[in-house]
């Protein structure tokens, strides 16, 4: 958003051009992040011993675990809090790649939250099970997979290329490709 802003100012005071730089923007977005970290951190912290959302720990597990029992789980809420805001503040939002990113990191971040729920407010020790997790994040997987390919404004963006192989490139746009027109979809 701070990037679109910057745009608009740079045509009255060209010093705000400075903010095109990449490598500015991400400094500044790590610097957000970790701001904003450590100011909601120790608030975050309390709020959670005070609502008692504390880790339940298995029976089953080791014995080391058990000194585990009560400390402030859901603490990823904070972390991705923070990476979602600077990265809606500091990133070119006109970028494909930044929304999908920003996709991915809810969905997971949504998925890390079922699990902490399960443990946390239905006493489920194990959470959500791995089947699952990895259920859904295949179906993350399979929709940012297909959001990419559908979005590919050139073939070397549909193309395959396998690392330590120097000239093997597979153009997966023909092999994968679906007509809209006819509505039919051949691999």
Known sequence: ML??????LQGFI??????????????????????ISMIMGPWVIKKLNHLQIGQAI???GPESHLSKSG???????????????????WSDLSNRYVLIVVFVTIAYGLIGWVDDYRKVVEKNSKGL???????????????????????AQSPAETTLYIPFFKNFAWEMGAAFHCSYLFYDCWI
């Open 58 to 60: 298995r029976d089953d």
């Open 129 to 151: 099970p791995a089947r699952w997790k990895y259920f859904w994040q295949s179906i993350v997987g399979l929709v940012v997979a297909v959001a990419l390919f559908v979005t």
């Open 14 to 35: 060209s010093g705000f051009g400075v903010f095109r730089y990449l490598t500015l923007r991400g400094i500044l977005g790590i610097m957000t992040a970790l701001g």
């Open 71 to 89: 400390t402030p789980t859901m603490g990823g809420t904070l972390i991705l809090f923070a990476i979602v805001t600077s990265t809606l503040l």
């Open 3 to 8: 990037v679109w802003l910057a745009d608009y």
